[in-house]
Nanobody, 115 residues
Framework: QVQLVESGGGSVQAGRSLRLSCAASGSIFSINAMGWYRQAPGKQRELVAVITSGGTTNYADSVKGRFTISRDNAKNTAYLQMNGLKPENTAVYYC?????????WGQGTQVTVSS
């Protein structure tokens, strides 16, 4: 079993930055890729960014050039650096881990961006 705990959300003004963290514990050896999703009110959950165990990254077009995903394998933690935040980035951000047999989700952290 794997547990994922997000932190770092909050309320900021447009143009500012936030860094989200996702700490993994448990059977972390089973985790390959890690990523971030977000879900805004009334919308479907969408993929924001993903990073493989080898460090390959992929981003949603809407965040390319502003968001950066990274991971520290020694700390079992993934990060999402969000720069140039926009009001439309307001959502609950969820961490996801892709395991060998199962996928795992964190509880989510709220990000609110005001204009």
């Amino acid at each position: 079993q794997v547990q994922l705990v997000e932190s770092g959300g909050g309320s900021v003004q447009a143009g500012r930055s936030l860094r989200l963290s996702c700490a993994a514990s448990g059977s972390i050896f089973s985790i390959n890729a890690m990523g971030w999703y977000r879900q805004a009110p009334g919308k479907q959950r969408e993929l924001v960014a993903v990073i493989t165990s080898g460090g390959t990254t992929n981003y949603a077009d809407s965040v390319k050039g502003r968001f950066t995903i990274s991971r520290d394998n020694a700390k079992n933690t993934a990060y999402l650096q969000m720069n140039g935040l926009k009001p439309e980035n307001t959502a609950v951000y969820y961490c996801k881990g892709w395991g060998l047999r199962n996928d795992y989700w964190g509880q989510g952290t709220q990000v609110t961006v005001s204009s």
